[in-house]
């Protein structure tokens, strides 16, 4: 059995997320508050008790979602040594790209709480509140061509173009506000639903250039060593494990598509992944994998009898 770990993004955040594996291990509440300590914040308190809207701001639930996704990993390793040599391949959805690189040693969790909390203070400041937009698209006819005739017609009054290719019948378009509202227009001309997200920026989309210009920054200082297991990267879809083209495609996937469908076909057939190990917050992966690679088994790691049974299974 070939198994990659992948991680989740922002969306999954909930109010409580992580705290029955504080109260399980002590490895977890080490995690957090390793992550605490090294912003300067109460995060887990506000992951633990909200209030909700607090733990919805991008500077709060990506550090937050990285954190649960660590403390998964790290109990695995700790208390049931299953480490992640266990794993072929990692790769993460957007923010969980740094989640998957911490959790396979290339950067230290300290610093991938602190970067983390720069990017989505930087993401906000890229584009004034209301400006931009995101919507997805959905339904049997959406695909990545559909979203792409969308975009296009969208990009006649302004940017936009495809943010995430989560799957086939799930796709994501980003950008300027009235694009967005036009591309949308044209999507459901050709036969998709568009749903418009409730972000507070227009992620993955040229936009966030200002963005990637201070993640650039910050990650020119930061020590990036090779994976333990290779990372399938979202601007790629493709594994990397040198150091210097990993910070480069950091900086890339801010303004980048994630392209996950993608990712998760490379795995399922070149990489020859035969399983899929969620680890962090939420189901949102294990349900895109099933639909991405319906051959292999998907399983979301989110409870400490999640662990314990994944551990037996191996």
Request: glycine letters at 8%; charged letters at 20%.
């Given at each position: ?6 991680f989740?993004g ?5 109010v409580?997320?992580?705290v029955?594996l ?10 957090f508050q390793e ?5 300067g914040q ?5 992951m ?8 919805t701001?991008?500077?709060n639930?990506?550090?937050a ?8 990993t790290?109990?695995?390793?700790k ?15 957007s923010?969980?790209?740094y989640?998957?690189?911490a ?20 993401m906000?400041?890229?584009?004034p509140?209301?400006e ?7 339904g ?11 975009a ?13 290719d989560n799957?086939n ?6 950008g300027?506000?009235a ?5 949308i227009?044209?999507a459901?001309?050709?036969g ?10 227009p ?5 966030m250039?200002?963005?990637a ?7 020119a200082?930061?020590?990036?060593l090779a994976?333990?297991?290779?990372l399938?990267a ?7 494990h040198d ?19 993608e ?6 057939t ?8 969620e680890?962090?917050?939420?189901k949102?992966?294990?349900?895109m994998?099933?639909?991405?690679a319906?051959?292999?088994e998907?399983t979301p790691l989110n ?8 551990a037996?299974?191996?």
């Open positions: 059995m070939s198994i990659a770990f992948i989740p922002q969306g999954s955040q909930s409580g997320m992580g029955d504080a109260e399980a291990f002590a490895s977890a509440r080490e995690v992550v605490d300590d090294a912003l109460k995060l887990f308190a506000l633990k008790e909200g209030p909700e809207g607090d733990l701001l991008t500077e639930a990506q550090p979602l990285m954190a649960v996704s660590l403390a998964v790290r109990t695995l390793e208390e049931f040594g299953v480490g992640i040599d266990k794993a072929a391949f990692v790769a993460g959805h923010l969980g790209e989640s998957a690189l959790a396979a040693g290339a950067i230290s969790l300290s610093d991938t709480a602190r970067l983390l909390k720069l990017r989505g203070q930087a906000q400041r890229a584009v509140v209301g931009g937009a995101m919507a997805s698209l959905i049997p006819k959406t695909d990545l061509a559909l979203a792409e005739e969308a296009k017609a969208g990009s006649e009054v302004g940017v936009c173009v495809v943010a995430n799957n019948g799930n796709v994501v378009i980003s300027a506000k694009a967005v509202d036009k591309a227009e044209k459901k001309e050709l998709a639903r568009a749903i418009p997200l409730n972000v507070s920026a992620f993955h989309c040229p936009l250039q200002p963005a210009d201070e993640m650039a920054e910050a990650l200082k930061t020590t990036i994976p333990r297991a290779p399938v979202n601007v790629t879809a493709a594994p990397v150091p210097d083209v990993i910070r480069k495609l950091l900086v890339e996937q801010v303004t980048g598509r994630v392209r996950w469908r990712s998760m076909t490379w795995l399922a070149q990489g020859g992944v035969t399983r899929f190990a680890a962090g917050a939420g949102v992966l294990s349900g994998a099933k639909r991405i319906p051959d292999a998907a409870t400490p009898a999640d662990l314990e049974a994944f037996a299974s191996l």
